[in-house]
């Protein structure tokens, strides 16, 4: 999600690969005969797509080099989300882009604003075959359609895992994480990690933020009715077990795997940040790190987090839909798809190909025990909303209060009725 890095220098190895086979859409003057003259087809006329990143892109300079190789007519311009930047600005000024670039559980806002475009017509009459996409990230992507609405195609998908520092175990004399734990098992090891030493506290466990916490267990936010869910037993239960992490005397709350990276945090569950320990490793800041599966909840057994697809939207303001649905399909082909993997992130094929060279390009993960990615099946979608984020925020707020000392029935349900309050207002507008 906003786990993210950047791959400049990955543009130029795809020079060679991306740079042949190009076909007519690639040819700027017209296609090559085989007697070495042109053909009377006219070239494509060149084209500028606005490509609008809601976090920074960490495959942005991949992408951009790939399209121009393949589509030299088409110049792909990238637009960073900030402060007047943001999608109601772009849309009050008539300036909205042509590709978005998101994930998965943050499509509302512009569902709300009415900017997606339904890629089932450009899907058939293209003839792209959706079904070579992961199933569990289009059912995903559906989610946010009331009528089999595709939104968006998948580029990537994140993962999660348990990242551990091999040395502050050394150092303690304790056996390093395994594969397979559940959450109660990782706070126990956690345990005996979290001391002072030398004046300076090593820390056993991040385990990341509420939302995180949740998503092993299937749980919406938004109930039927349209009433927030909060008081459900299963968010109970993800909060009871951040307190119990934090609990841990010296083990506070950590901040999203910088303390990790300075060698303080001896375990952190956390999304993709392959590419972190990478730019690490070529600073000659080379960690002794590790991976394992993500802790499981005893009561949903065997599953990670729910399916965090990266995906490309076509704008429906766009006035070059055609052009930005090859942009999308050139993404999610074999040779786009071999190369995101190799890059050190989950390819969205059915096809297992491109897990064979999963990170291949990255130093810093050589025997590292990458299966750990690939062990777990993500736990089963709930329903989204259009307001989750409104009540996502509320069960954050409630978190803190708990781990301030609040127990955990009171900040739910005073979370609960704040939601409802957020929740009503929206039906209002």
Not at 103 to 115: D, M
Not at 173 to 191: H, I
Not at 305 to 310: C, E, L, R, T
Not at 376 to 382: K, V
Request: glycine share 6%; proline share 4%; charged share 20%.
């Amino acid at each position: 999600m906003k786990r993210l890095w950047t791959l400049a220098a990955l543009a130029t190895a795809l020079v060679a690969t991306t740079g042949c086979g190009q076909g007519s859409a690639g040819e700027s003057k017209g296609q090559e005969t085989a007697n070495g003259g042109k053909s009377t087809q006219p070239a494509p006329e060149p084209v500028t797509l606005t490509l609008y990143m809601q976090n920074a892109f960490p495959i942005q300079d991949l992408i951009v080099e790939a399209v121009r190789k393949k589509y030299p007519h088409i110049t792909l311009q990238p637009l960073l989300r900030q402060k007047g930047q943001l999608p109601e600005d772009l849309v009050a000024a008539g300036t909205f882009p042509d590709l978005i670039y998101n994930s998965t559980p943050w499509y509302a806002e512009y569902i709300n604003l009415n900017v997606l475009q339904d890629l089932n017509e450009l899907v058939k009459k293209n003839g792209f075959d959706v079904s070579k996409l992961d199933p569990l990230a289009i059912e995903a992507i559906k989610m946010w359609g009331d009528k089999g609405e595709l939104y968006a195609l998948p580029i990537y998908r994140n993962f999660a895992v348990l990242y551990y520092n091999k040395d502050l175990f050394d150092k303690f004399g304790v056996a390093y994480p395994k594969d397979g734990m559940t959450w109660k098992q990782a706070g126990e090891l956690a345990a005996k990690v979290t001391r002072t030493d030398g004046g300076v506290q090593y820390k056993g466990l991040d385990a990341s933020d509420s939302y995180s916490a949740v998503s092993q267990l299937t749980t919406p936010f938004v109930k039927a009715d349209g009433k927030a869910n909060l008081e459900a037993e299963r968010f109970a239960l993800a909060l009871d077990n951040l307190r119990t992490i934090y609990g841990i005397p010296g083990n506070s709350r950590g901040n999203n795997m910088q303390d990790f990276y300075k060698g303080t945090v001896a375990m952190s569950a956390f999304w993709n940040v392959l590419g972190n320990f990478e730019d690490n490793y070529k600073k000659g800041v080379n960690q002794n790190w590790d991976m394992v599966t993500m802790p499981t909840y005893e009561q949903v057994p065997g599953k990670s987090f729910q399916v965090d697809s990266h995906n490309l939207s076509i704008s429906s303001l766009s006035k070059h839909k055609e052009a930005a649905f090859q942009v999308i399909t050139y993404m999610t082909s074999k040779e786009l798809q071999m190369d995101i993997s190799r890059s050190g992130y989950v390819s969205s094929l059915v096809d297992l190909e491109p897990q064979k060279v999963f990170g291949a390009n990255l130093q810093s993960l050589k025997g590292k025990n990458t299966d750990a990615i690939f062990k777990l099946p993500s736990a089963p979608l709930y329903k989204v909303h259009a307001y989750d984020s409104l009540v996502r925020a509320e069960l954050a707020k409630a978190l803190t209060e708990v781990l301030a000392g609040k127990d955990i029935n009171s900040a739910l349900r005073d979370a609960n009725d704040r939601a409802d309050k957020l929740l009503e207002q929206q039906k209002k507008k």
